[in-house]
């Protein structure tokens, strides 16, 4: 098979629905631990969603893997970002040499961390320590036109899905955590959650890097102006990474849809990472089945995210970073629920009389 389109539907055809059974028997076994049922609240949501994605009353994720996907962008031309372009590649080479930010949270969670150029406009070729999976040096300026041809589109989805595989053969993913690199990415982000969602820019847009009040116009009016010059269409998620999009977004949404079709769970980042969850989505509604919000970012877009994709966020922080740090600091909670889940004694074990609670279920 290797027309893109039949590869990319036959990846959605195998993401099945959660089996609820399994949901059910993860509040049975969590009902008969020495506490009042739902006491420890989203701890033990956390838990239940493991153990159905799962379908072991014995959840493991030993096997962590933060994909890092980056790319660069032609609308940096119209001044929406702090930092010029090239920084990319340098934030790039940091990664490999373990200098960056994501680089330590990491490590502080035993993931390995990957890092993917999907379109980075300089020639990352000879970089060492770097997957190697460029569509082309950075997109086009969407105020101009597409970001990027329909094939590249394609390719930016399936190089993603490719990575996810590839890396998953090699070590066996227990869950993946999405990140990003790329000056500028906050504006094809909030131009595809605006195509998809039907919010206006000035509702999605917001400060990235930390742009001033005059680059704040600018970058509205980059995303406005894209929008109207391209007009994307709010169902077809090809169409809206064609038009408006990134190499890295695409990457990234093909990464998901590969982990949902593989039945692994995903820890998915702020504000570009759930644009990228946004175009997985409308190819496929259920891979939120297996998706985690690890934190509500600063940038005002990614509340509007998620509020339409309905996912409620891990933490919030305050952060406005990337690069997978986010997932990477919601990743002990979810620790912390299924340790709870495995290691809590029930009321039988524990010698703690059971309350009076009405309808406490059995393990089945």
């Known amino acids: 098979m290797s027309n893109p389109e039949e590869i990319i539907s036959e990846i959605i055809r195998q993401i099945k629905p959660v089996d609820k059974r399994w949901a059910e ?60 372009q090239e920084v ?7 990664f490999v040499k373990q ?18 150029d999907l379109g980075v406009a300089a020639d990352l070729s000879g970089q060492a320590g770097v997957v190697h999976k460029k569509v082309d040096r950075g997109t086009r300026n969407f105020t101009q036109g597409p970001a990027m041809n329909r094939d590249q589109a394609l390719q ?40 998809a969602s039907g919010y206006l820019a000035s509702e999605v847009v917001g400060r990235g890097t930390g742009i001033d009040d005059a680059g704040l116009r600018r970058k509205i009016a980059a995303v406005e102006k894209g929008l109207r010059h391209n ?43 759930t644009a990228s969850l946004v175009l997985a ?3 496929q509604e259920r891979v939120l089945d297996y998706i985690f919000a690890s ?9 509007r995210a998620l509020e339409y994709l309905r996912l409620q966020p891990i933490l919030d922080l305050g952060l406005r970073l990337g690069e997978g740090t986010g997932a990477a600091l919601a990743l002990p909670v979810i620790d912390a629920a299924l340790r709870v889940f495995r290691e809590v004694a029930p009321f039988d074990a524990a010698r703690v009389t059971v309350g009076q609670e009405k309808d406490r279920p059995r393990i089945i």
């Open 156 to 195: 930016s989805i399936i190089n993603g899905i490719e990575v996810f595989q590839e890396t998953d053969r090699a070590i066996g993913i227990h869950i993946l955590l999405t990140g990003d690199m790329g000056i500028g990415n906050t504006t094809p982000s909030s131009a595809v959650i605006a195509a």
């Open 281 to 283: 989505y409308l190819f």
């Open 231 to 273: 007009q994307p269409h709010s169902k077809d998620p090809i169409d809206i990474l064609t038009k408006v999009g990134g190499f890295e977004l695409g990457g990234l949404c093909g990464a998901i849809l590969a982990a949902a079709a593989k039945g692994v769970p995903m820890l998915v980042d702020g504000f570009i990472s």
């Open 99 to 116: 200098g960056a930010s994501i680089n330590v949270l990491a490590n502080q969670v035993n993931a390995r961390v990957i890092v993917v």
């Open 295 to 303: 934190h509500l970012s600063n940038e005002q877009g990614h509340q």
């Open 25 to 84: 028997r993860a509040k049975a076994h969590l009902a008969q631990q020495a506490r009042p049922i739902g006491s420890l609240g989203r701890l033990e949501e956390l838990a239940i969603k493991i153990v159905a994605i799962q379908k072991s009353l014995e959840p493991r994720l030993d096997r962590r893997v933060v994909l890092v996907m980056a790319g660069d962008h032609g609308v940096v031309e119209e001044g929406v970002s702090a930092f010029s």
């Open 88 to 94: 990319t590649a340098q934030m790039v080479a940091n």
